[in-house]
């Protein structure tokens, strides 16, 4: 793994500890702001993701982030800042909305046990309505019957016999 997949792997980790407001706030801003690497601001009016999060209600202190998007643009200490790529910021972009997708995301499974229980219980109800839930249940085994399991045939017709 190079360390620009590394880099990216980093900036989609601390992506996802993000508390939700703070993903949709940052969201926005890289939608309506003009992104940078390697300061919190610029003189141009250009911010870092974490710091127009920060202006759209996003507040959050998380300094990992901070550390993740300069690894990923490949900002280092001392060189100041510079505008982010398009593709820096389309792959911020597709991290946060995959990040929130799946913090909302249902759980189908629980769903299904659910439904499942409820047309169980919904079709032993209608059986017992209509008087066939004697259907569903094990068939009872005769008590003179009982003892013959395992004895031939030809045994089992004399016994009835005997008992008629």
Not at 123 to 138: F, S
């Amino acid at each position: 793994m190079g360390r620009r997949s590394r880099a990216t792997d980093d900036l989609r980790l601390t992506v996802e500890c993000l508390p939700r407001h703070t993903k949709v706030a940052m969201l926005e801003g890289l939608r309506t702001g003009r992104i940078i690497a390697g300061s919190y601001t610029d003189d141009d009016g250009g911010t870092c993701p974490m710091l127009a999060a920060h202006r759209r209600g996003g507040r959050t202190d998380c300094l990992a982030f901070a550390r993740a998007w300069d690894r990923f643009t490949g900002v280092g200490k001392g060189q100041g800042a510079r505008v982010a790529t398009r593709h820096e910021v389309r792959v911020l972009e597709a991290q946060l909305e995959g990040a929130l997708l799946a913090h909302d995301a249902v759980d189908l499974g629980g769903a299904v046990a659910d439904h499942q229980a409820v047309a169980r219980e919904r079709r032993a109800r209608e059986a017992a309505r209509t008087g066939t839930d004697w259907l569903h249940a094990p068939a009872p085994m005769p008590d003179d019957l009982a003892g013959d399991v395992g004895t031939t045939g030809r045994a089992r017709r004399r016994r009835r016999t005997a008992l008629a």
